[in-house]
């Protein structure tokens, strides 16, 4: 099984004593990376609604960006992302097998490096994959990447045994995985608060929960969609009767911790 989430706008860029690896697509994110470069502060505003403050550091960010970085520009992707669904995901906190497992099973989309390992080595930066960005490809960041993604996703999952993949990325972000060129089953998890007998979506809740879906999927090695259903991490309960095969819905009380 493999199983994808989405990166995050916010960075912890604490050194982090592990051993890193190279992303497969470090060549396009260089390419990338060279684009962004030329871009002005106003052009950065634009593309990703920035403040002025935001739209600086980004600047500076890929004023930075070299195709070969120092090793204190360099932080492990699972660990240096810390957003809502890292925080449900909790890497720094898993044990070396699972982390190996990690590394095998679970990919992070990105706008600028397409697909990171957990332990792929990236330099600090800001890039979503809703941008509007022009490259010689077209006109956004899904015209770049086309099929390459989920090329890359269907060649891994070959590698690891598996026909099923779990998507916990956000639709922005699994927009870029074409599932004609995935060619794999995807089940998408969906995750709901109940107030008053009315379950909804709440995005701040449903982000944790997405980590917290890829963390059990690794301490527990999933291998079958059907054991997703044992889930139940914060107090989520699988719904049958809400779900549909490829779309489980689990839901906890509004009031939960």
């Not at 360099?74 to 660990?79: C, K, N, Q």
């Not at 090329?151 to 074409?178: H, I, R, T």
């Amino acid at each position: 099984m493999l199983v994808v989430i989405s990166p995050a706008k916010r960075l912890d860029w604490d050194e982090k004593q592990v051993e890193m690896t190279v992303p497969d697509m470090q060549a396009d994110a260089n390419r990338l990376a060279k684009t962004m470069r030329n871009l002005t502060l106003g052009d950065l505003k634009g593309l990703m609604d920035l403040s002025d403050d935001l739209a600086r550091l980004n600047r500076d960010r890929f004023r930075a960006f070299s195709e070969t970085p120092e090793a204190d520009l360099l932080r492990p992707a699972a660990l240096a992302f810390a957003g809502d669904t890292y925080i449900g995901l909790e890497a720094g906190s898993l044990d070396s097998e699972e982390m190996a497992w990690a590394q095998d099973h679970l990919r992070i989309l990105s706008g600028l490096y397409g697909v990171l390992r957990p332990l792929d080595a990236m330099q600090a930066y800001r890039l979503e994959m809703g941008s509007r960005l022009k490259t010689r490809r077209g006109s956004n960041l899904y015209d770049y990447w086309r099929d390459q993604i989920a090329k890359a996703l269907k060649a891994q999952a070959d590698v690891v045994n598996s026909d099923v993949l779990v998507n916990c990325a956000s639709q922005e972000y699994f927009g870029a995985v074409p599932p004609k060129a995935l060619k794999l089953r995807i089940v998408t998890p969906q995750f709901m608060e109940d107030k008053n007998g009315t379950p909804k979506i709440v995005s701040f809740f449903a982000k944790r929960a997405r980590g917290a879906m890829a963390r059990y999927i690794i301490q527990n090695r999933l291998t079958d969609a059907i054991a997703l259903m044992e889930f139940d991490s914060g107090g989520y309960v699988y719904r049958p009767d809400m779900s549909e095969p490829d779309r489980p819905v689990f839901v906890r009380p509004a009031d939960a911790p």
